[in-house]
């Protein structure tokens, strides 16, 4: 019995921890449009390849755009001497608008500032110290809903292959 006592805790805690998860998920695929148009901006942005999964499954048809768009902005870094890594920005604000939405579409107007962020911290630190500049973002978005989940489309910031 004193066994069972001492190892209650671990169960509860792990039993909490599955519910938990699961309802995480679960509100995590009920992103509206501009929580996605948000994070695809970011993952733009820092130039990160997971803004693949928030475009729609026909964007990549022709190509696929993100390696494209991402070798590009290898090929202008490489010319100006850098590192992919050096063109990564990150958003210090951000605001987002749904200027329209039904039940299979939206568009969304996001504004905002982006700072370099060769990585997080040296952004941190030029923000402190007030080096480096902020740069402007004013984009709209527009997204369809494919299986239940938006979904970026349209050569969404100039992302064609």
Same mark, same amino acid.
């Given at each position: ?100 939405? *039904?039940?299979?579409?939206?568009? /969304?107007?996001?504004? #905002?500032?982006? &700072? $370099?962020?060769?990585? %997080? ?16 973002? *004013?984009?709209?978005?527009?997204? /369809?809903?494919?299986? #239940?989940?938006? &979904? $970026?489309?349209?050569? %969404? ?5």
């Amino acid at each position: 019995m004193d066994s069972l006592n001492r190892f209650a805790p671990f169960v509860v805690l792990i039993a909490l921890f599955v519910v938990l998860q699961a309802a995480l998920i679960g509100l995590d695929c009920r992103k509206g449009p501009a929580a996605v148009a948000e994070a695809f901006a970011k993952d733009y942005y820092y130039l990160d390849t997971d803004m693949q999964e928030w475009l729609c499954a026909g964007e990549g048809e022709s190509g696929d755009p993100v390696r494209t768009f991402l070798n590009r902005k290898s090929d202008e870094a490489a010319q100006r001497g850098f590192d992919i890594n050096y063109l990564r920005h990150m958003f210090t604000h951000i605001h987002t608008e749904t200027l329209s939405q *039904d039940s299979e579409s939206a568009v /969304v107007h996001l504004t #905002g500032t982006t &700072r $370099v962020a060769i990585n %997080p911290v040296f952004m941190v630190v030029g923000k402190l110290f007030r080096i480096g500049n902020d740069y402007p973002v *004013d984009v709209t978005i527009e997204l /369809v809903k494919e299986n #239940g989940r938006w &979904r $970026v489309c349209n050569a %969404p910031l100039g992302l064609q292959s």
